[in-house]
């Protein structure tokens, strides 16, 4: 048996993967729960792995995993992992998931910065393949990330993320944004009036805000494939 707590904290993380493709944040967790101090989070997050429903990535600074769920959440939600664990794309790329598992294969357009942004990415490295259900409608395409400004959101270097194309997002979205028409970077999506700030999820970078008409979205973050 989870106490209401421990409930709550595993719904909230559940509903953060199907929607962003990646874990919240410890500071996200701590006021979607209402709680005073991260030390709260840490407990609740090691009770929830010491009774199997989560896993602590090892290495991977606050990334989790959702391993299973109460039959109560299932039944409301249907839960399907969104986290995959295989082989690195550049040494098994067609093996990381059966074809006849209902796999579809993405395009990697190359590297994205998660941190200082890079040059813009416009050219096919190699395919990857994903399961159609971490897809909907619509085009999309994968991204290897390059930095760490993204580990609190559990996005870590050297994870493949699938993206959405899109040209609009909502704030607190995770994106794909091309900064000045020369620059790409994965960041949260923030809108005011006509600034545009683009957050890291790290506190040794600072968010960067610019003019709406300097920053095009041209995607957004729907699944994550970590490769150990």
Do not use: C
Request: hydrophobic fraction near 40%; avoid cysteine; aromatic fraction near 4%.
């Amino acid at each position: 048996m989870l106490t209401k707590k421990q409930l709550d904290l595993l719904e909230f993380i559940h509903k953060r993967v199907q929607s962003d493709g990646v874990p919240p944040s410890f500071d996200e967790m701590k006021e979607a729960l209402d709680l005073r101090s991260k030390s709260g989070i840490h407990r609740l997050i090691t009770a929830l792995e010491e009774r199997g429903f989560i896993r602590r990535l090892a290495h991977r600074a606050r990334a989790l995993e959702i391993v299973k769920l109460p039959d109560s959440m299932q039944a409301k939600t249907g839960f399907t992992p969104r986290v995959i664990d295989g082989d690195k794309p550049d040494s098994r790329p067609a093996n990381t998931i059966p074809m006849d598992s209902g796999a579809i294969e993405l395009p990697v357009m190359g590297r994205i910065a998660a941190g200082v942004p890079i040059e813009a990415i416009s050219q096919v490295s190699h395919n990857v393949h994903v399961p159609q259900s971490m897809v909907g409608p619509g085009d999309h395409y994968a991204l290897e990330v390059k930095g760490d400004s993204m580990i609190d959101a559990g996005i870590n270097h050297g994870d493949v993320v699938v993206i959405k194309e899109t040209e609009v997002a909502d704030n607190g979205d995770i994106v794909v944004a091309l900064v000045e028409g020369q620059e790409a970077t994965l960041k949260r999506f923030r809108q005011n009036g006509n600034a545009i700030a683009l957050e890291a999820a790290n506190p040794a970078y600072e968010t960067r805000v610019f003019r709406d008409d300097q920053v095009k979205v041209q995607g957004r973050l729907v699944g994550l494939i970590r490769t150990y």
